[in-house]
């Protein structure tokens, strides 16, 4: 990583170094003394999501990124990487098992303790592209998780 000095002084602020989206509320007093809300939005990645947009659609990254951070396990990761093939257009089989891929993958998920190796994930990605019919339940059960009714 890199060594970084962050100085705050007076207010309250969140450093969240993953962050897909920040939004930042101003409460200003006009000249009549009526209460206005401002709201920025900035959908900036974060330099390690960015490194994602190579393999997948800008949009969808925050989507994506949600059901990598719920995986437990790297069975769990690869089932979801799998799922990602049919819904990413620039994702094939052969990119999902490269090292480069999987190490984009490896700061989000935050939820695996043991297995993280790119060997590893790369074994499990392959043992999910040999068993397809598990991969729909996997997502389903993630997507229910981030996604409620």
């Known amino acids: 990583m890199c060594d970084m000095t962050i100085n705050i002084y007076g207010g309250n602020n969140q450093i969240l170094p993953n962050a897909t989206e920040a939004v930042q509320n101003l409460y200003v007093y006009d000249h009549a003394n ?3 809300v401002v709201q920025t939005t900035s959908d900036a990645l974060s330099s390690e999501a960015e490194k994602l947009s190579r393999y997948i659609d800008k949009d ?5 990124l949600n059901k990598i951070r719920a995986c437990n396990n790297a069975t ?13 257009p620039k994702l094939t ?6 090292e480069s891929f999987i190490q984009c993958l ?9 297995g993280r190796s790119v060997n590893n994930i790369r ?9 397809p019919s598990q991969v ?7 997507n229910d ?3 409620p009714d």
């Open 34 to 36: 009526k209460l206005q």
């Open 60 to 64: 969808h990254i925050p989507e994506h």
């Open 76 to 88: 769990d990761l690869g089932q979801v990487v799998v799922s990602l093939l049919d819904q990413e």
């Open 93 to 98: 089989e052969e990119t999902i098992v490269k």
């Open 106 to 114: 490896l700061p989000f998920a935050i939820n695996i303790t043991t």
């Open 123 to 131: 074994a499990r990605i392959n043992d999910a592209l040999e068993a």
């Open 136 to 142: 729909p339940s996997m997502t389903k059960s993630i």
């Open 145 to 147: 998780r981030f996604m």
